[in-house]
């Protein structure tokens, strides 16, 4: 019997092809990770707009810049995806969608709402 | 440490803060896309609402924990390396309370004064 340290080994990403669950599942930590980064963004700009009304004239000019723009599209869907991967994954957790047909419909399903949800309020806001 | 069921409390909690977390986001959310404050008074006067305080001073609380959980699990996955692991925890950890510490003061501001 062969050591395993003979095993071969083949752990290059991007040279895999992914399944729709495993693309599913890496950008709900994509985005899970873009929304931990907006944390303290968000906290500040949730003080300044307290402060006082010019604090709050400059948070709303900010969000209409188009930088705060693209900021908000990207938070946008970072949240829609993970919400809805993360729902996804409750499921899972409780015994529902875990067969791989089931899965993998249900991944495919909250990337496409993940994007269209994105777009929906993005457009609702505008 | 032994335990038979290490990491169950984390994967708990983690859990436990998403259904808040949703919750207050698709509440609030929802609210402020179809009424939206408009101006810093009546912004002011919202926030600063006993239940509106509490509720966010909660929603922080938990988007603390749930945010730790899964940074941590994403640190524990590509640091190997223990002085590397422990300085990205540690940094992280003192990070998310340091904003926990800010939003609990701009709370505690926009009640007062």
Do not use: K
Request: hydrophobic share 60%.
């Amino acid at each position: 019997m062969r050591s395993p340290r003979a095993r071969p080994v083949f752990l290059n990403l991007l040279r895999i092809r992914q399944s729709v669950t495993a693309i599913a599942s890496i950008l709900h930590r994509l985005s899970g990770l873009l929304l931990v980064v907006s944390i303290p963004i968000l906290i500040y700009f949730f003080d300044v707009s307290l402060r006082d009304a010019r604090g709050f004239a400059m948070v709303e000019a900010a969000f209409d810049s188009i930088a705060g723009r693209l900021l908000l599209v990207i938070m946008c869907w970072s949240l829609t995806h993970h919400m809805l991967a993360g729902i996804r994954f409750l499921l899972i957790d409780l015994d529902v969608g875990v067969e791989i047909a089931t899965a993998r419909r249900s991944a495919a399903a909250v990337i496409a709402l993940g994007l269209i949800l994105a777009l929906a309020v993005i457009g609702f806001a505008l | 440490m032994t335990r038979p069921v290490q990491g169950l409390r984390a994967w708990g909690l983690q859990r436990i803060s998403s259904l808040y977390l949703l919750g207050f986001i698709l509440f609030v959310g929802g609210f402020f896309l179809v009424d939206p404050p408009l101006g810093y008074q009546q912004w002011r006067q919202w926030v600063a609402r006993p239940g509106v305080s509490v509720g966010t001073a909660l929603f922080f609380i938990m988007l603390l924990v749930h945010a730790w959980v899964g940074i941590r699990d994403v640190i524990m996955d590509y640091a190997h390396n223990l002085v590397l692991r422990v300085v990205l925890l540690g940094v992280v950890a003192f990070g998310l309370i340091a904003c926990g510490a800010w939003a609990a003061r701009v709370l505690v501001g926009a009640s007062t004064g």
